[in-house]
């Protein structure tokens, strides 16, 4: 069962294609597909769950970059199948609400598919086993949340909360990827097992303290706590669906999980008590003060979350079991009864068009059902008995009564805390049921209000009977689902637990019955508090604020980058080169070898030189200095160029390396005939040479930089020294089952890294797909006569038959590439050089009307071929990109020998392939002005470009 753990976290990643598929189905289509995905993760936990509710906890582990500490491995324990259950059930309801409640002429597609990536990365940090795993994902839940705020982005005030929430989860997410960092090397491992099994170890560390702060910051600035709460107000310019999802059941939870995941090693000691607890409780009273403050009622709703989010941190700070069973039941309680509250906002912000509490009153009248959802869940939210919100705020108040000291003052301090944040609980909530339901009628509302959709409004009828019924039968509705979770945050069997409406006239219950009638008093003399508040402006989360400090931290950075970054490539050159020459020469005149005075030359003899390899150097020398000379004149240049390209790939031959002889022939035909291709769009001549200290600074960098570079060739090349090259020629029949040694390092042993450079000529290859798209440029044709002379007609007529010989040839050598000079990467050249050599002789329509593919579709497929290799792999058990092979019997044939890398070095030739001939089309297709064609002969400067453009054919 633990191999389907991982399509938990996948199966709203793959839920994205299918989303595209059905769009042009119609929004119900996108709609359906995207809650289908929501209730097969469902359906996939209800069958995982059993073994965890009987108190096991299923791990799958699988290697990835061992060497880092990152695995694959993934976990479902109780507290994993708690917030599993909120993110797909309640991203479920969310669906069907959002198809609602978003405008018919928006594009739900791309709403869903971004709320689905979120739903990806929190289910990857809830269920991920590995820590560094989990930061992974963490960060995919702050990108797709930042787009999820931004959705309406040609709104300013959105764009000002999505940056904001950014730049503090992310800034968080730093913090925590040092303390996680911290905590792997404490405790030797990543694994979330091993790191609960040994807290003792942990606590005692000496970097426990700084550890500690650092995963804490990320913690409170993902669950808004004070002093990093004011993002969260900002965020409600989403629309109110991502409200309803991330900002009360799911992202703002992420870092309360994070709380109670960890808690088994790191709660225990003064310094946890001291921050959680401190900070949960400043950020209760504040949340719940402010929220009684705000007109809007989603800005209500948002401090109210804040403060419910402090609740729970001041419960896990609280360190004993039953506050954890505590904290625990109130995120359970918080999720469904915010969720509804958020929804029901969202109706009356569509229905009456405005979220102005002053302007909004009488609702029962318009909407009853609407408004009695809203009262209920409201009241779940104050702590109103027979509802769930009640049951967690009495353990609440049980809690601070019995926690035996707080500075001395544990008798009083807490108690008085809880019930003071009661009584503001109580105020805010009354303030939302009364103001909008009730009081009177509305006031100039820009759209008469009307009763919604019924299916916009199941989802939150669906909540609302939770509510109800957790109030009303809590042990049987949701008690085996607390104990699990407990369980899994207690990392052993939690403290017995008895949910029930009635525990007797307690202390608890007098603190409850202080807090609802000091609330509706409190909402009484609100005008009092806010009179306070105007005159002492309390409220420190002006949006504001934020815009003028990051605008200033901007101006800043680009002013120093404009002295420091002249962004020429010359600069960058130089500063590399020249650091590079720095480090290189302290090394040397530091070492023990040399102020012992060590020569520069080794033991092992120099290799005799020979006449043809003395000539070829020349040679080489000849094209380098010819390329450097005639830098400026772009044609002759390229020349001279292609001669130093040419003799390194006959020093290859020279010493028996055949593979990379192939490649360096293969990328100087192309990257010459492209370099050829761009040089129409560029003047015949290079810009004018700098001044002579310019000149003499560059040179003296390009003769230190060469110098340096020979210099070490020579000391390493004259001395012993091993290398990993035995091991690959050891291994390459045994493992991997070819004789290339080449080749099989690039598909097997170091598989990964060719799958990176591949993503990354993909990444070069759209970036010039993107920035050529469309564009004008002119064309610097000399006269008319070569205008005339583009495409001669025996070029044309000799490469007709060319191209199949070629594309044969490049088969020939994929085929052979696994024993023989040759492989994907060559082949994949030798194909798209065949094509460019269509291009060159008869022009982009010419070659195509022979070669009709989409080269991006095209670049795709390769990546994802071999992608899919890899992940195949995997599937059966071995390490990522782990290479298969055998041979088949063909009498009379010898035995053809089949390897698994064949397919990822088919993904290899697509992506070679579809790069080139990108490049290729987007230089062919490009539009030009051209200029006017000058009689042959005739000097003069370049003509003005023409006004119409045209296409281009060569």
Known sequence: MTLFLPLLVLLPFLGLPLLLVVDRLGRRAVAVAAGATMLAGLGLLAALAPPVLAGDALVLWRPWLPDWGLDLSFRLDGLGLLFTLLIYGIGALIVLYAFYYMPADDRLTRFLMTLLAFAGGMLGVVLAENLLLMLLFWEVTSLTSFLLIAYKSKYHDSRIAARMALAVTGGGGLAL???????????GSFELSVILDRGDLIRQHRLYAPMLVLVLLGAFTKSAQVPFHFWLPNAMAAPTPVSAYLHSATMVKAGVFLLGRLYPALAGTELWFLLVTGTGAVTLLLGAYLALLKHDFKGLLAYSTISHLGLITLLFGLDTPTSAVAAVFHIINHAVFKASLFMVAGVIDIQCGTRDMRRING??????VTATLGIVAAGAMAGVPFLNGFLSKEMFFAETVAYPSFGGYGTFVLPAIATVAGILSVGYSARFVHDVFFNGEPVDLPKTPAPPPRFMRLPMEVLVAIVVIVGVAPQLSVGWLLETASAAVLAGKAPPIKLAVWH????PLVMSIVALGGGIF??????????????????????????RAYNGATAWARAALARLDARTLAQYAGLFLGLAILVGALAWLTSPAESSGAPLAGPLPLTPVDPVSAGAFLVLVLGVAGATWFVAERLLAILFMSVAGLVVSLAFIRFAAPDLALTQLSVELATIMLMLLALRFLPQTGPAERGRKARVATGSVAVGAGLGAAALAFAMLTRPFETISGYHIE????????????????????GFDTLGEIAVLAMAALGTHAALRGARLRAFVRDAASAADRYPIMLRMLMQPMLPLALAVAVYIFLR???????????????AIAYVLQYMAGGIAFASARIRLDFVLLL???????????VASMVLGFPFLKSAWTYVKAAPLDDIGLASSLVFDTGIFLVVVASVLL???ELGRLHVVEPALRPAGRAGPEPSPARAPAEAEG
Request: aromatic residues 12%; positive net charge; hydrophobic residues 50%.
């Open 177 to 187: 990827l040092a303390g996680i960092l911290l905590l792997g090397h404490i405790a």
């Open 363 to 368: 609702l029962m009248k318009y909407m009853p």
């Open 504 to 507: 007797g006239f307690n202390l």
């Open 522 to 547: 409190y909402y009484w003399r609100r005008d009092r508090v806010f009179t306070l508040h105007e005159r002492y402006a309390l409220d420190f989360s002006s949006p504001v604020a934020f815009e």
């Open 731 to 750: 291994n390459a029949k045994p493992l991997a089952g070819g004789t290339n040694v080449v080749n099989v390092i690039l598909v097997d042993f170091r």
């Open 817 to 831: 590439g696994h024993n023989l000079p040759g492989g994907g990467f060559i082949a994949g050249l030798i194909a």
């Open 860 to 870: 795709g497929v390769g990546l994802l071929v071999a992608a899919l290799t890899g």
């Open 919 to 921: 490049v290729l089309t």
